[in-house]
């Protein structure tokens, strides 16, 4: 299939962008890297009046670190936060999460904002986002205001963006000393999205844990630093009855709480041993 009609705005400044998505609001789409959008459109699923294509704004492609966050504006590839030099040491759960989202190919061309904007419950970015509880940043022609993931992931593919805002940047916790961080998922293909992801956050007091695939949204639970043995597969089993999963032509609600039971052990062993 094709798209169906629609206007094509490439803005010479944010300004200028958010000008005409105050004019249009729900017409419209962004236009960032494309790699959801654009089969989307073509599957006619969006039939947007205008695209707004924000890819070559300089002002929103960055990454860098800012006020004890990683910040990284719309238009700043999925490959560019890969490649940044001081990813592994400020970032290593987004190190570890960066090489399962699609493939170098789509990397080159998807953006991190984009992903987080699409918010889908199985994928990487937005279950990064929710366990290290980062920021979204959003603004329109009248305000800008910033939203934490918690806020922000509403549910499946549904956020708290209104029609008028686009997402200018995303804001991820520089990694605390003395912790741990760990990523696991199970997919069919690499590249897939996951029939289950796992995230774990290990602090000298604490133990986050998030779980992406399974729900509507990623979801991430606080614990005892010191859970484990039977305890942690009690919590893990009761966390998996928790995310309500449903069966679907990808996978059984049943394999996928075994999933978090099983990824979840593994990944929780794997951050407190990063932590030692």
Wanted: net charge negative.
């Amino acid at each position: 299939m094709k798209p169906a009609p629609f206007d094509f705005v490439s803005p010479d400044s944010l300004e200028e962008a958010l000008a005409v998505l105050a004019e249009t609001g729900e017409d419209a789409r962004i236009l960032a890297g494309g790699q959801t959008l654009t089969p989307m459109l073509n599957m006619r699923l969006v039939e947007p009046a205008v695209l707004i294509d924000i890819s070559r704004l300089q002002t929103l492609d960055y990454v860098r670190r800012e006020n004890g966050h990683i910040e990284l504006g719309a238009a700043a590839t999925q490959a560019a936060l890969e490649a940044w030099p001081d990813l592994p040491a400020c970032a290593p759960l987004l190190a570890q999460a960066l090489p399962h989202v699609g493939h170098f190919q789509t990397r080159n061309r998807g953006t991190v904002c984009g992903s987080l904007a699409f918010a889908d419950p199985s994928a990487e970015l937005p279950l990064c986002l929710a366990l290290l509880e980062g920021e979204v940043v959003l603004q329109s022609s009248a305000r800008r205001r910033v939203v934490k993931a918690a806020d922000f992931q509403l549910g499946m593919l549904s956020t708290a963006r209104e029609s008028d805002e686009m997402i200018i940047a995303a804001r991820f916790p520089v990694a605390e000393a003395g912790t741990g961080y760990a990523f696991t998922e199970m997919a069919l293909r690499h590249g897939d999205f996951a029939l289950a992801a796992m995230a774990v956050m290990a602090r000298k007091g604490s133990l986050r844990i998030a779980v992406g695939g399974v729900a509507d949204r990623p979801v991430a639970r606080d614990y005892p630093a010191d859970l484990g043995g039977d305890a942690l597969d009690d919590a893990l089993n009761d966390l998996a009855w928790d995310l309500a999963a449903a069966d679907d032509h990808h996978a059984t609600a049943r394999y996928r709480r075994e999933l978090v039971r099983r990824l979840g052990r593994k990944t929780v062993e794997e951050a407190l041993a990063c932590r030692a």
